[in-house]
């Protein structure tokens, strides 16, 4: 995992969300002969479970995940299942994603669950600063790379790769709603615990208009293909900032990262969130998270993406404006959840001060995708 953004840094013995001797220890255990701890970065960009980059001396590099500080969700989060994943699709898919080197599930260690996977070279392509020196071939290079990194996802044999059981496709949808509900309620709960007031009443009219759009079916399938109805793993935070891109000798997706939300489910649904974080240059409203690189010369359209998309999978697209609408509600649930914990002073970095103003940028554009049937 790349850490060439900008990350704050401490001395080995102070560094948040880690207690670095029991650490030190448990490497010394599960990872003999790795080496000294010479230093902990927090890896800036995440905004929600905490990624760190450890330089072990000999300069090699790992990675450690661990879930957030603060507010945490009671289904969020679970440090085994994006371990499992991970390490499933490192054997012989191709999904590009870190190999995986071992897993804590005692919380006396560090505080919390964790695991840890190699370091990947790569960059994290975020800002239109960090295009500057990207050729608009090489950003058509990328939004195909990045295209066919979710095909292939949402391709994966989920038997043969041993993921027949992580989660359950049908009435996958209706389930997502539920769960992002319960996830607003609890963050509107400690919103209001810190004596903060939040006035969103286009919340409750979006969740009505989206149950009334659920899909019958979970997820889409090939069309006439042997495979139709088959379960399909989902990502559930896919966009171009949660991967590690290189340029030379050709555009590729080094690894797919950030895997905290994957399951078994609706594949549009991926390809819905995908496509709200897609800036284009004519957009009315800005989020503060996510990339603003693909407004650079040569990135796709959000048309364009989709029609490559649609290409490899050959998926029916027909409701692609619900999957817009719904990820830009399961987004905002998640921003209001980051929202409360920076309320409650348990965040980890810069920027947060920022999030909550992308909630209700986000149910304007929900309700705007369904009123027009755009995307």
């Known amino acids: ?42 890896i800036a960009g995440g905004r929600s479970n905490l990624t760190y980059a450890i330089t072990l001396d000999g300069g090699r590099r790992i990675v450690l995940r661990r879930p957030p500080l603060g507010h945490v969700q009671p289904t969020a989060h679970d440090m085994g299942r994006e371990y499992r994943v991970l390490t499933a699709l490192g054997a012989g898919t191709a999904v590009p994603v870190p190999r995986t080197l071992a897993f804590c599930d005692d919380e006396d260690v560090i505080g919390a669950r964790f695991y840890l996977m190699d370091h990947v070279d790569g960059r994290v392509l975020r800002s239109r600063e960090d295009a500057e020196d990207i ?19 949402h391709t994966v044999d989920v038997e043969a790769a041993g993921l027949g059981d992580f989660g359950r496709p049908s009435g996958y ?13 609890g ?4 919103i209001r615990a810190t004596g903060a007031v939040r006035d969103l009443p286009e919340y409750d009219r979006l969740g009505v208009r989206l149950a009334e759009r659920l899909p019958v079916d979970a997820p889409r399938a090939r069309s006439g293909d042997a495979d139709e109805g088959r379960a399909r793993l989902v990502h559930g935070d896919f966009r171009l900032d949660n991967a590690l891109v290189r340029l030379e000798p050709r555009p590729e997706i080094a690894a797919v990262v950030d895997w905290e939300m994957s399951t078994l489910g609706d594949p549009l649904s991926d390809l819905g969130l995908t496509l709200v974080y897609w800036t284009e240059a004519a957009d009315p409203d800005e989020l503060p998270v996510g990339a603003k690189i693909t407004t650079a010369p040569g990135f796709f359209t959000r048309r364009a993406f989709t029609d490559r998309y649609a290409a490899l999978t050959g998926f029916d697209l027909a409701d692609l404006d619900f999957y817009v609408a719904f990820a ?14 920076y309320l409650q ?19 304007r554009r929900a309700h705007r995708t369904l009123d027009t049937g755009s995307i």
């Open 328 to 341: 830009c509600f399961k987004l905002a649930v998640i921003l209001e959840g980051i929202h409360a914990r």
């Open 135 to 153: 050729t608009p071939e090489q950003a058509a290079g990328l939004s195909e790379a990045l295209a066919g990194a979710l095909a292939a996802i």
């Open 1 to 42: 995992m790349s850490v060439d953004a900008e990350r704050p840094a401490w001395p080995p013995s102070e560094v948040p969300g880690i207690d670095v001797p029991r650490l030190a220890g448990w490497l010394a255990r599960e990872l003999p002969g790795s080496g000294r701890i010479e230093a902990i970065d927090l």
């Open 187 to 190: 963050s509107q709960e400690a």
């Open 345 to 363: 002073k348990a965040t980890v970095g810069e920027g947060f001060d920022q999030i909550g103003e992308g909630v209700p940028v986000l149910l």
């Open 173 to 185: 949808m209706a389930r997502q709603l539920a769960r992002w509900r319960r996830q607003w309620d």
